[in-house]
């Protein structure tokens, strides 16, 4: 399971343009996700992971999708006072009014900018990873979340079954990062988000591998309620490392009566 760094919180709703520090910055086996929306009358955005907090930091990587007529996202690096060689992608991933998911993969080659569980653009290292320490999003853009998940690859495996809590409970636009590998031979397991006080379930997710199919429902009270199964598309398959994301920004939550805001994993 990925967790954030130490000493760095998920940021929500934040005013833009935003600049924050990314506390012990970035290496290879970490991610940056960010959550938004792209505005109706976007010319465009960018996204800059830089060298410092300040104006005329060197960035590492600048991801600049641009809605100019002949729409592509650019990428590039800025180093000693000058932008270097830039890389186009014509094929524009965000849409004008519509919410998106972009996270980018940090690994020894460069980063893996992914846009809406796909994978998009591999853009190499230009300066070393380890002197990026802070995050820029500028532009028509609203970001509803920032996370930093990850640690490195010094991180430990949690066992199987796992079981914890989770810190604050579960809140609306709250996110929840999952990584781990469908082994051959699989059958099924199972994701469940448990409350404390009476252990319902309030959200259990069951891949089911040799059937094909998620199972999704709860159990109040010791009932289980009725199953969901309808899905447009299976990541579960074997020998496949999918990061899940369970998302709570489509839910309406009252923490004072709402069950699930005592929640554990």
């Known amino acids: 399971m990925f967790v954030a760094p130490p000493g760095y919180q998920p940021i929500y709703n934040p005013s833009i343009p935003y600049v924050g520090p990314i506390y012990g910055g970035l290496r290879p086996g970490m991610s940056v996700y960010i959550q938004g929306t792209i505005h109706h009358h976007i010319t465009r955005f960018e996204v800059n992971l830089q060298c410092g907090e300040f104006d005329g930091s060197d960035i590492g990587l600048h991801i600049n999708p641009r809605f100019d007529g002949w729409d592509k996202v650019v990428f590039n690096t800025f180093q000693s006072g000058s932008w270097e060689r830039e890389e186009k992608v014509h094929h524009m991933p965000f849409r004008k009014g519509e919410t998106f998911e972009l996270i980018i993969v940090v690994s020894c080659d460069g980063y893996q900018i992914n846009v809406n569980g796909k994978e998009y653009h591999l853009y190499q290292h230009r300066l070393p990873v380890e002197r990026v320490c802070a995050l820029k999003i500028a532009g028509d853009v609203q970001v509803q979340t920032i996370n930093i998940?990850?640690?490195?690859?010094?991180?430990p495996v949690s066992t199987i079954p796992f079981s914890n809590m989770i810190p604050g409970g579960m809140s609306s636009k709250r996110t929840i990062?999952?990584?781990?590998?469908?082994?051959y031979g699989a059958n099924r397991f199972c994701i469940n988000f448990i409350v404390g006080g009476t252990r319902d379930i309030a959200f259990h997710l069951n891949p089911r591998i040799l059937e094909g199919i998620v199972v999704r429902n709860s159990q109040l009270g010791g009932l289980w309620g009725q199953e969901e199964q309808e899905i447009f598309f299976n990541p579960f398959q074997e020998a496949t490392i999918p990061l899940y994301r369970?998302?709570?920004?489509?839910?309406?939550?009252?923490?004072?009566?709402?069950?699930?805001?005592?929640?554990?994993?």
């Open 246 to 265: 369970i998302n709570t920004h489509t839910c309406t939550f009252n923490p004072s009566n709402n069950p699930f805001h005592n929640s554990t994993k």
């Open 177 to 183: 990062i999952i990584r781990g590998m469908v082994p």
């Open 149 to 155: 998940i990850g640690g490195g690859g010094n991180l």
